[in-house]
């Protein structure tokens, strides 16, 4: 019954920043892996950053010094903050949690950066 909801979406324009929040529940949140996975039009879906459960980051080369990954563990909390956004980062944006076991996907929230 794990449950992940994204939030924070939006359209912006190029260079503009976004937050995107993502809130855990049914799991423990803090055995846990989070990640960030986005989707664009016509492409596959791709990894964009995790963070696993002592802290450690990793990113796509592509957001890589633009994103930052963060997790609050007292309220169950992902985060992705998204700075000098670029039109290629138009995409739908999905909140995962993974164990050893098995992995959870939110639905998604849509992120649209125009030129």
């Known amino acids: 019954q794990v449950r992940l909801v994204e939030s924070g979406g939006g359209m912006v324009q190029a260079g503009g920043s976004l937050r995107l929040s993502c809130a855990v529940s049914?799991?423990?949140?803090?055995?846990?892996?989070m990640a960030w996975y986005r989707q664009g039009p016509g492409k596959q879906r791709e990894l964009v950053a995790n963070?696993?459960?002592?802290?450690?980051?990793n990113y796509v080369d592509s957001v890589n010094g633009r994103f930052t990954i963060s997790r609050d563990n007292v309220r169950n909390m992902v985060y992705l903050q998204m700075n000098s956004l670029k039109p290629e980062d138009t995409a739908v944006y999905y909140c995962?949690?993974?164990?050893?076991?098995?992995?959870?996907w939110g639905q998604g929230t849509q992120v649209t950066v125009s030129s």
């Open positions: 049914g799991i423990n949140f803090r055995l846990h892996t």
């Open positions: 995962i949690a993974a164990d050893y076991r098995r992995t959870g």
């Open positions: 963070i696993t459960t002592s802290g450690r980051t």
